[in-house]
């Protein structure tokens, strides 16, 4: 089984400065993972996945994670938020063996000041 | 353009009645999936199934059921039982190798 911990719940940020939402994964197999980003009253989207290959993935609007498998961790970041950063981000994790289900962490609250 | 559909976005249920959620999609996944949504919590996993005829309860499957007739479609249904059932639901569905893709959500209020 999988499990997904997220450690800060709310994370206020100025606008520009940078930003790191942190996420944590334990599991006995190896796993696929993935951050959300969820705005308020609509559905999850896909910001980036890690499959295979590099360790550091990017989305087209400027968060990058990397997959550390030693320290099982999968940290979002992003150099310089913008107002429209604004949002909750749940990271996830599924098996690569038994694609099963998707587990979700309980999501971290994103403010970014202006 | 493929994707997950949910209907009603807003649903309004009185004490004591069932209501049933619609969750389609058309992109050809194999598995589908339920989330509960409350205020300032993260997701969780009501049901899913992962093959037509077939679906496994989820963590907080009490209150609740579900049908998959179809791989296409996995409805969700609101019991009487259901003591809090106020909260955001969301549909997903994922495929081999995919991530999972979600529906935009309904709102279901008890008045």
Redesign the interface.
Known sequence: AQSVTQLDSQVPVFEEAPVELRCNYSSSVSVYLFWYVQYPNQGLQLLLKYLSGSTLVESINGFEAEFNKSQTSFHLRKPSVHISDTAEYFCAVSSKTSYDKVIFGPGTSLSVIP | DGG?T?SPKYLFRKEGQNVTLSCEQNLNHD?M?W?RQDP????R?IY?S?IVNDFQK?DIAEGYSVSREKKESFPLTVTSAQKNPTA?Y?C?S?G??T???????T?LTVV
């Open positions: 997950i949910q598995a999936y989330y300032g919590q993260g997701l996993l899913y992962q989820g955001f969301l997903a994922s081999a190798n991530e999972a893709f979600f529906g935009q959500g709102r």
